[in-house]
């Protein structure tokens, strides 16, 4: 053979083997892209919650109660409302600023309240999860409610606060105590001490020792259920509970 023909051949199998790496190149290029490899992807899930989790209208206030063994919490110094002695026992734990937390109020709450708090069949307790490194507002919040709450007024601050999520402050907490009529003073004076970080901070620590990760997280009896979940969710859980 030549040394033109033998160059030749040589130059046709490089391009033939370049082409071939090329194609091969681009087809794991394009398998990579729809699988997350090559390390680019990012795997993830999610419940409905901003942290997410960092996702209540009120019967007659109810002052904080004892309960039953719900996963070992301390609920004695946790608001309530519904019959002391219902069968089900829902625990929300919940962050003031958090705007999955303000829908569940205002798309599901109330459709328990009215199916099942009301009708004696679900004792609903609030508790404090406030997601501090991106909801600021939400600790202060928490304070602000339980302050409420020394004067019998909390579910209507929690309603208050969620229906004014958008103007969180120091300033409006204290005006909107004035607005429901409370005595300021006592208010301001709970409200300036944080008096109920201590309160606040046990809510956080049950709530993560039980599988609480995000806002709003739900405890109904022994079974967790997380996010901003559609009525029906909570509907399929109750009626299970109250048929056991």
């Known amino acids: 053979m030549s040394d033109d023909k033998k160059k030749l051949t040589i130059e046709v199998d490089q391009l033939t083997i370049w082409r071939f790496g090329t194609v091969l190149f681009l087809v794991l290029f394009v398998i990579s892209l729809a699988t997350g490899g090559f390390g680019t992807g990012s795997g993830s899930s999610g419940n409905g919650n901003p942290n997410p989790s960092p996702n209540p209208t009120p019967q007659a206030p109810q002052a904080p109660g004892e309960t039953g063994d719900v996963k070992n919490l301390d609920l004695s110094n946790n608001y309530f409302k519904g019959d002391e002695d219902a069968k089900v026992v829902i625990v929300e734990f919940s962050d003031f600023q958090c705007p999955y937390c303000g829908r ?105 020792s039980n599988g609480i990760q995000g806002t709003p997280g739900f405890i109904i009896n022994d079974k967790n259920l997380d996010g901003a979940q559609p009525f029906s969710a909570f509907q399929q859980v109750i009626e299970a509970e109250l048929a056991s």
């Open 104 to 208: 569940f109020y205002e798309q599901t709450l109330s459709q328990i309240d009215d199916n099942y708090v009301k009708t004696g069949k679900v004792k609903f307790y609030y508790a404090d999860f406030p997601l501090d490194s991106i909801h600021p507002n939400a600790r202060p919040a928490a304070n602000a409610a339980r302050c409420a709450g020394e004067q019998d007024k909390f579910w209507e601050y929690h309603d208050k606060v969620f229906e004014n999520q958008e103007t969180l402050s120091n300033d409006n907490f204290k005006k909107w105590a004035q607005e429901l009529g409370l005595d300021t003073s006592k208010f301001n004076d709970c409200f300036d001490s944080k008096k109920y970080d201590g309160e606040v901070n046990k809510d956080l620590q049950e709530g993560s």
